[in-house]
């Protein structure tokens, strides 16, 4: 019988033939859509492009037939001041209610996309980045986090799908501020993980577009090309005379990965300064999320499945769940199908009761559009019309029934 057999590249073996993997086949440099690993190199090159595979067995060699799954010795959890040795961590609370909020992050949040797609035109214009105008910009978005993450969580969902590099840039600092108030970061440290989000993917502008945005495959001497943007970055940042460590190791090492697969050194644990463990995890999470020219995105709820399932592998394990603490299962901006059939926007969490925030319904349980949108808090809306049990079947991809996400006001 045939079976398909999800499996870690780490535990991979001679043998084995995989079948799918975790990410497109045209962002790796693997000819064959399917193939025996029969060679030491096979591994390495799957364990440098993929974090998991599918094997199928009964194309399996016998010798590469081992599927059980290694036990992974757990190792004890990092307590947060342990992470942070030298800081003085502090206990956020939300002092401004959704309402109150949301209409200061749009500013902010709109001010930000300004100045980045500026800083980002004249940088690639040829000249030099302008880090006084970033460090202004981030001000306001890290007031608003500060105050309450909810509403730039929102406008970070929202974000245009155009200019990806742009728009990347702005959902990964929202993501690290999110993150640093989670962990309790002081605000010098939201202010770094602020820069370096909008900056650690500075270097792309000197990659050919052409590279960054092909949905075909790329050669050997194309993939050294992309991802020597991190070294281009660097050089950029050099060049402003920013001495921000902190930044400097995001923009720098933002694609080690925990296991040591990354580049550029093949850093792994606690080898990797711990801003650009934290810059891995947004940086991965918005790009999975987002529209990109070769992968659409998918549902934030399926992205934080794939971060958790990734512990320990890619991203480090304390890091990933403090991520999944600070912007939910369901952040603001999901699209969800509730239990009665109705499509909803998140609008806000309950950070005691992730599973059941407040939602606005835009389309009733035949999918049509309603006269009217209503709110629905679903902490004490526990019953639907019907007298149903009501609460959320399931998180959508973006785009679903053809909603467009930047057209709804609140």
């Not at 036990?71 to 401004?96: E, G, N």
Request: charged share 25%.
């Amino acid at each position: 019988m045939i079976e398909i057999v999800k499996i870690y590249t780490s535990d991979l073996e001679l043998g084995m033939h995989v079948s799918g993997l975790d990410r497109p086949w045209l962002e790796t440099p693997f000819v064959l859509q399917g193939f025996r690993i029969e060679t030491e190199e096979d591994l390495r090159s799957l364990r440098k492009f993929c974090q998991f595979v599918f094997i199928d067995t009964e194309k399996s060699s016998q010798e590469g037939y081992t599927l059980q799954r290694k036990v992974r010795i757990q190792r004890p959890r990092i307590p947060k001041q342990a992470m942070f040795p030298t800081r003085q961590l502090k206990t956020y609370a939300d002092s401004a209610a959704w309402a109150e909020e949301f209409p200061r992050a749009e500013t902010a949040v709109r001010e930000l996309s300004t100045g980045i797609e500026e800083v980002f035109q004249q940088a690639a214009g040829g000249a030099a980045l302008d880090v006084v105008r970033v460090k202004r910009s981030v001000e306001p978005m890290i007031d608003s986090i500060s105050r309450n993450p909810d509403a730039c969580i929102w406008l970070a969902r929202l974000k245009q799908q155009d200019h990806y590099t742009y728009q990347h840039s702005l959902g990964a600092s929202i993501w690290a501020v999110a993150l640093g108030r989670q962990l309790g970061l002081p605000r010098s440290d939201l202010r770094s993980l602020a820069i370096g989000g909008l900056l650690f993917d500075v270097g792309k502008l000197r990659v050919d577009p052409e590279l960054l945005n092909t949905d075909r495959q790329l050669t050997p001497e194309e993939f050294t090309e992309l991802r020597n943007h991190v070294v281009y970055g660097a050089e950029m940042i050099g060049a402003t005379g920013l001495m921000n460590t902190d930044v400097i190791a995001m923009v720098t090492h933002h694609h080690e990965r925990h296991n040591g697969s990354g580049y550029p050194r093949g850093l792994h644990g606690d080898e990797i300064p711990i801003f650009a463990r934290i810059a891995a995890i947004v940086d991965c999470y918005d790009a999975i999320t987002s529209h990109r020219a070769y992968a659409r995105a998918i549902s934030p709820s399926t992205a934080i499945k794939m971060l958790y399932e990734a512990k320990d592998v890619d991203f480090q394990a304390e890091l990933v769940e403090e991520f999944i603490q600070a912007v939910g299962i369901y952040p603001a901006g999901t699209l969800v199908e509730l239990s009665s059939g109705e499509v909803a926007v998140v609008v806000a969490e309950y950070r005691t009761r992730r599973l059941r925030p407040r939602v606005m319904v835009l389309l009733g349980a035949d999918k049509e559009p309603l006269g009217s949108v209503r709110t629905v808090d679903l902490l004490r809306e526990t019953q639907d019309a019907s007298g149903q049990p009501l609460g959320i079947a399931q998180a959508l991809e973006p785009d679903s029934y053809g909603i467009d996400m930047t057209s709804i006001r609140l």
